[in-house]
Each structure stands twice: as structure tokens, then as C-alpha cells.
């Protein structure tokens, strides 16, 4: 059975403003964004009946999400929940929609005044921490340490050096700069130097390898094709989706770390294109997770753009710069644009925008098919793929 294209489109985007917000909560983040996607499209929280949250339970209400956003979007019953990666979760919509299950669903995220990492963990002073054995916390660096040890074992696999990673941050700063609304473009282009004199924060990687962590919010309204003929902007269009789930959770690292083949995010990758009848070649721009330097290049190889071992090469002969083969975060992504906690739809926002041609400075000419990736626990663990296209 083939995925229902081109029958759901997004037709509403919206970011909040994203740094530090110590005057905001993370509820009034989320209802910002909430109601920004909503109005970005032309509809009105009436028209909303299908909830895509980023969590399950609403850490401020301490109920379950899907009862908590039911009472705030009009005290009305809600057709249809999806959980999951940003993603995956609107080709689940786009699949249930074009079922006749929900009309229109919004996706959503915020958070503020909350620290990612171990800086984030309460801890008792009078003895040490207790997690569950299994628990990626145990290792007092979040998941630093963890991707730290990938990075290291795929830089003496390969022969990939600092200098190499640290090419991910300098274009994705690049991208950062052109965008106003970006968290670190305002301090300015990096060079490779830049990178490598930053201090470490978990040897191979530094400073500058690594995500940031700011406050933010935003959100995504995907709706049928005859509610989106009818929206503000031209549709962007779900040509196809697929997620898939395996090992890797932060603790544990099957082997091969590196399979010719691939895991999770190559099979999402591969189910997810042939759905929407797409080949690599195809596409215009992506938004691909990047919580670490490391994490681009591996994602560009299990994807499928280049082979096992070429994600640097690809990088550093300028194929994910504006201009390149396939320009990619052109927003500056989580390492200089915002990562606001669980970014991951933020990825899906930024190629809308392109498709839209409403980029500005950094729009890519004749963008018509954009892929987003949603990443984590590492290109083994979990990741889902969403195809794009205008018109």
C-alpha cells in the first residue's frame, strides 16, 4: 500500500524567539507557538483537532498531555494523538489524516528556565545519585560522554581528525549568521582554529562541537489537502515518512558501531523515500539533527548521501554549504541556531520556510523537495524522516 502523498500538507510554521527567557514558562512558549502556527496558516484553534505533542505528560499540569492541551484548546474532545519524533509524528498525521481520522494537528514544544544536562539534575549533597542501572545519567556528563566515545572510535576507524569535525560547526555557523533570528549568529562567523581552541568539554570534542542550550518554542500545523488549498501560504507537501527504533539508548553500543548497512535512521531513510518515490538525488535542502559535530557526519553517511566513512569529505568539499550539492540547516541548526530542549521539529520549520522561499539571505534557489531528520540515542537508536515538496 503506498503512503497517501501529496492528501496532508504543513500549512502552518512558528518559532518563538529563542535564548535565554528567564521571564517566561514553558507553558506560555508552547501556547505562543501554539497559536503562531495556527494564525501562520489562516485557521483558528477551533479548526484544531489532532495533538502532536513532544511529550506524553505536561510537566507543569502533571497531567497526561493530550488531557491538558484537550481543556486549553477549547475544553473539546481531540480525534487524534501521536507521540514520537517530530518527524515521524507528521507522517503518522499525514497517514491518518488522509484515513479521514483528524483534519488538522498541530505539533508542538516548549520549554523554559529548565537546564539540559547534568547541570539540570537535582542531586543530594549528602550522597551520590540514584539512577536506574541503565540510566545514560550514571555516566555525570548526560549524554556528552557517550557521543564522545562514538566520535573517538569512528575518528580512529576512519582517520578523521578534530579538524574535520569542527568543519560541521564553521558552515552551520555560516547559515547561523544569515539568519537574524538565530541564537549565535549575532557573535559571528568561526573558523576551524575557532573550534579547536575552544575547551573541551568531553574529549575529542570541544565547546564548539557541541549543541547549545537555550530556552525556546515552536510549533507545526499539518492539515488535509482540502483544508490546506484553502490556508494562507502554498502547501508544503508530505510526499512520505517512516521512523524506526532500535538499540543504543546512551549506554550501550551494539556491534559493528558502524555497519556497512546501517540501523535505525538508514531503514527510516530508506522506507521513507521509497514511499515518497524520491532518490538522494532529489533533494534541495535538509534539516538533519545535529546535537554534535560527529552527529552530521555520520547522519549524512546512514542516510545514504555519501558512503561509510565520506561524511567529512562530504562536509569539507562544501556540499551542505548554500550553494552546495544539498544545503543542509541552513538555519545554523542546534549547534548555532537553538536547541530548546527537544528541537527536533525545529528542523522540519526551517524546510518549510525554504520550500516557501521565505528565507531571505540564506534561501536556497528553487527549493521544491526538502527531507527533515529526527534523531537520537545515535543514528542505531532512533530516528524517523519526513519528504517534503511545493508545488
Given at each position: 500500500?503506498?503512503?497517501?502523498?501529496?492528501?496532508?500538507?504543513?500549512?502552518?510554521?512558528?518559532?518563538?524567539?529563542?535564548?535565554?527567557?528567564?521571564?517566561?514558562?514553558?507553558?506560555?512558549?508552547?501556547?505562543?507557538?501554539?497559536?503562531?502556527?495556527?494564525?501562520?496558516?489562516?485557521?483558528?484553534l477551533d479548526d484544531v483537532d489532532g495533538l502532536l505533542p513532544m511529550s506524553l505528560t505536561d510537566h507543569l499540569a502533571?497531567?497526561?498531555?493530550?488531557?491538558?492541551?484537550?481543556?486549553?484548546?477549547?475544553?473539546?474532545?481531540?480525534?487524534?494523538?501521536?507521540?514520537?519524533?517530530?518527524?515521524?509524528?507528521?507522517?503518522?498525521?499525514?497517514?491518518?489524516?488522509?484515513?479521514?481520522?483528524?483534519?488538522?494537528?498541530?505539533?508542538?514544544?516548549?520549554?523554559?528556565?529548565?537546564?539540559?544536562?547534568?547541570?539540570?539534575?537535582?542531586?543530594?549533597?549528602?550522597?551520590?545519585?540514584?539512577?536506574?542501572?541503565?540510566?545514560?545519567?550514571?555516566?555525570?556528563?548526560?549524554?556528552?560522554?557517550?557521543?564522545?566515545?562514538?566520535?573517538?572510535?569512528?575518528?580512529?576507524?576512519?582517520?578523521?581528525?578534530?579538524?574535520?569535525?569542527?568543519?560541521?560547526?564553521?558552515?552551520?555557523?555560516?547559515?547561523?549568521?544569515?539568519?537574524?533570528?538565530?541564537?549565535?549568529?549575532?557573535?559571528?562567523?568561526?573558523?576551524?582554529?575557532?573550534?579547536?581552541?575552544?575547551?573541551?568539554?568531553?574529549?575529542?570534542?570541544?565547546?564548539?562541537?557541541?549543541?547549545?542550550?537555550?530556552?525556546?518554542?515552536?510549533?507545526?500545523?499539518?492539515?488535509?489537502?482540502?483544508?490546506?488549498?484553502?490556508?494562507?501560504?502554498?502547501?508544503?507537501?508530505?510526499?512520505?515518512?517512516?521512523?524506526?527504533?532500535?538499540?543504543?539508548?546512551?549506554?550501550?553500543?551494539?556491534?559493528?558501531?558502524?555497519?556497512?548497512?546501517?540501523?535505525?535512521?538508514?531503514?527510516?531513510?530508506?522506507?521513507?523515500?521509497?514511499?515518497?518515490?524520491?532518490?538522494?538525488?532529489?533533494?534541495?535542502?535538509?534539516?538533519?539533527?545535529?546535537?554534535?559535530?560527529?552527529?552530521?557526519?555520520?547522519?549524512?553517511?546512514?542516510?545514504?548521501?555519501?558512503?561509510?566513512?565520506?561524511?567529512?569529505?562530504?562536509?569539507?568539499?562544501?556540499h551542505c554549504r548554500l550553494g552546495g550539492r544539498m544545503p543542509t540547516n541552513t538555519d545554523g541548526g542546534l549547534l548555532?541556531?537553538?536547541?530548546?530542549?527537544?528541537?527536533?521539529?525545529?528542523?522540519?520549520?526551517?524546510?518549510?520556510?525554504?520550500?516557501?522561499?521565505?528565507?531571505?539571505?540564506?534561501?536556497?534557489?528553487?527549493?521544491?523537495?526538502?527531507?527533515?531528520?529526527?534523531?537520537?540515542?545515535?543514528?542505531?537508536?532512533?530516528?524517523?524522516?519526513?519528504?517534503?515538496?511545493?508545488?
Open positions: 500500500m503506498a503512503f497517501p502523498q501529496r492528501q496532508a500538507a504543513i500549512v502552518g510554521v512558528y518559532t518563538t524567539k529563542q535564548g535565554k527567557l528567564p521571564d517566561r514558562s514553558s507553558f506560555s512558549l508552547q501556547m505562543e507557538a501554539i497559536k503562531g502556527a495556527v494564525d501562520d496558516a489562516g485557521l483558528t502533571g497531567t497526561p498531555a493530550h488531557q491538558f492541551w484537550a481543556e486549553q484548546l477549547g475544553e473539546r474532545p481531540l480525534s487524534l494523538v501521536e507521540l514520537g519524533g517530530a518527524s515521524g509524528q507528521l507522517a503518522k498525521a499525514a497517514a491518518a489524516i488522509a484515513a479521514g481520522l483528524t483534519e488538522v494537528a498541530v505539533l508542538f514544544y516548549g520549554k523554559a528556565g529548565q537546564l539540559v544536562g547534568p547541570r539540570g539534575t537535582v542531586a543530594p549533597k549528602d550522597k551520590a545519585p540514584r539512577v536506574p542501572e541503565w540510566s545514560f545519567m550514571q555516566h555525570g556528563a548526560y549524554m556528552t560522554t557517550w557521543y564522545a566515545l562514538w566520535a573517538r572510535r569512528y575518528m580512529h576507524e576512519f582517520g578523521v581528525t578534530s579538524a574535520d569535525l569542527a568543519e560541521v560547526a564553521v558552515f552551520t555557523r555560516h547559515h547561523a549568521v544569515l539568519n537574524p533570528d538565530s541564537v549565535m549568529g549575532r557573535k559571528g562567523e568561526i573558523t576551524v582554529d575557532d573550534v579547536l581552541s575552544s575547551r573541551y568539554i568531553c574529549e575529542p570534542l570541544h565547546l564548539l562541537d557541541c549543541s547549545i542550550d537555550n530556552d525556546g518554542g515552536y510549533a507545526v500545523v499539518i492539515a488535509s489537502a482540502e483544508v490546506a488549498r484553502n490556508c494562507r501560504h502554498e502547501p508544503v507537501w508530505v510526499l512520505g515518512g517512516a521512523e524506526a527504533y532500535y538499540t543504543d539508548f546512551y549506554g550501550t553500543i551494539n556491534d559493528p558501531w558502524f555497519p556497512e548497512g546501517g540501523k535505525s535512521v538508514r531503514k527510516a531513510t530508506d522506507r521513507a523515500f521509497g514511499l515518497a518515490g524520491i532518490t538522494r538525488d532529489d533533494i534541495d535542502v535538509a534539516g538533519l539533527y545535529d546535537c554534535f559535530t560527529i552527529t552530521t557526519i555520520r547522519n549524512l553517511e546512514e542516510m545514504g548521501f555519501c558512503k561509510l566513512g565520506e561524511g567529512a569529505d562530504f562536509v569539507r568539499e562544501g548555532s541556531n537553538s536547541h530548546s530542549g527537544d528541537p527536533s521539529g525545529m528542523h522540519t520549520i526551517e524546510v518549510v520556510r525554504q520550500l516557501r522561499g521565505t528565507c531571505g539571505d540564506r534561501q536556497v534557489p528553487d527549493a521544491r523537495i526538502g527531507v527533515s531528520l529526527q534523531q537520537g540515542w545515535a543514528v542505531h537508536g532512533m530516528g524517523s524522516v519526513l519528504v517534503m515538496a511545493r508545488d
